[in-house]
C-alpha cells in the first residue's frame, strides 16, 4: 500500500530531550511537510523539503530542526530549545510542491 | 503574509440537511485551495483540491467552489448524515511560498 507512516504514535519527552518523528512516504513524492497542530487550531508550518539534501523554514522552525538525506524520508527533531513542543504532529508528502498534499496518522507529543 | 479564516468554528445540525462550510483566505494569488476532512486524534484526510483556473469540484456528496477574486471558497455537503461528523480544513497553496497555509477548521457534528 503506498502511504505515509509516522512514527511513534504518541510520544513522551522530559525536559531538556531532544526527540526525534519519524515519516517515511513510498509514494515517490519530491515534496515533504511538517506542521504542528495545538487543540483547536489549524496546522501551522515547522519544516519543508521540495528535494533531497535540502528544506527550508516554515513559520515555526524555533527549537525545531529536520534532515533530508533520503527522499523516502523527512525526520523532524524536537530539541530543548523548543519551548513548548506538546502538540500534534503531522507530516505530509505531494509530488509536486504546488499540487495535492497527503498527510500521515501524526505523531502527539506530550511533555512530561 | 497569507491569512485564512473559517467560519463558523462549530455547526451542528440535523441528518439530512444540507449545509455550507466557509473558508475566506487573504492573498489572492494561489496555485490551488484544498479541504481536508479530521476525525478527532488522527491525520488529514484530503476531500477535494481546486486548481486556481478551476471555480468548482464535486465528488459524492460534496462540491467545493472558489472565487479568488472575492478572497472565498465554500464546502458544500448534501443530505448530511452523522458519519460527516469531523473537523473540515481549508488550505491555501499560495504562490509565494511552498506549502499550505490552514484555517483553524469547522467542527461538523451532524445529530442522527
Known amino acids: 500500500d503506498g502511504g505515509i507512516t509516522q512514527s511513534p504514535k504518541y510520544l513522551f519527552r522530559k525536559e531538556g530531550q531532544n526527540v526525534t518523528l519519524s515519516c517515511e512516504q513510498n509514494?515517490?513524492?519530491?515534496?515533504m511537510y511538517w506542521y504542528r497542530q495545538d487543540p483547536g487550531q489549524g496546522l501551522r508550518l515547522i519544516y519543508y523539503?521540495?528535494?533531497?539534501?535540502?528544506?527550508q523554514k516554515g513559520d515555526i522552525a524555533e527549537g525545531y530542526s529536520v534532515s533530508r538525506e533520503k527522499k523516502e524520508s523527512f525526520p523532524l527533531t524536537v530539541t530543548s530549545a523548543q519551548k513548548n513542543p506538546t502538540a500534534f504532529y503531522l507530516c505530509?508528502?505531494?509530488?509536486?510542491?504546488?499540487?495535492?498534499?497527503?498527510f500521515g496518522p501524526g505523531t502527539r507529543l506530550t511533555v512530561l | 503574509k497569507q491569512e485564512v479564516t473559517q467560519i463558523p468554528a462549530a455547526l451542528s445540525v440535523p441528518e439530512g440537511e444540507n449545509l455550507v462550510l466557509n473558508c475566506s483566505f487573504t492573498?489572492?494569488?494561489?496555485?490551488?485551495l484544498q479541504w481536508f476532512r479530521q476525525d478527532p486524534g488522527k491525520g488529514l484526510t484530503s476531500l477535494l483540491l481546486?486548481?486556481?483556473?478551476?471555480r468548482e469540484q464535486t465528488s459524492g456528496r460534496l462540491n467545493a467552489s472558489l472565487d479568488k477574486s472575492s478572497g472565498r471558497s465554500t464546502l458544500y455537503i448534501a443530505a448530511s448524515q452523522p458519519g460527516d461528523s469531523a473537523t473540515y480544513l481549508c488550505?491555501?497553496?499560495?504562490?509565494?511560498?511552498?506549502?499550505?497555509?490552514f484555517g483553524s477548521g469547522t467542527r461538523l457534528q451532524v445529530q442522527p
Open positions: 492573498d489572492s494569488a494561489i496555485y490551488n
Open positions: 523539503s521540495q528535494i533531497v539534501n535540502d528544506f
Open positions: 505530509a508528502s505531494s509530488d509536486r510542491s504546488d499540487i495535492e498534499q497527503f
Open positions: 481546486i486548481q486556481s483556473s478551476q
Open positions: 509514494l515517490n513524492h519530491d515534496a
Open positions: 488550505a491555501a497553496h499560495g504562490t509565494g511560498r511552498r506549502a499550505l497555509t
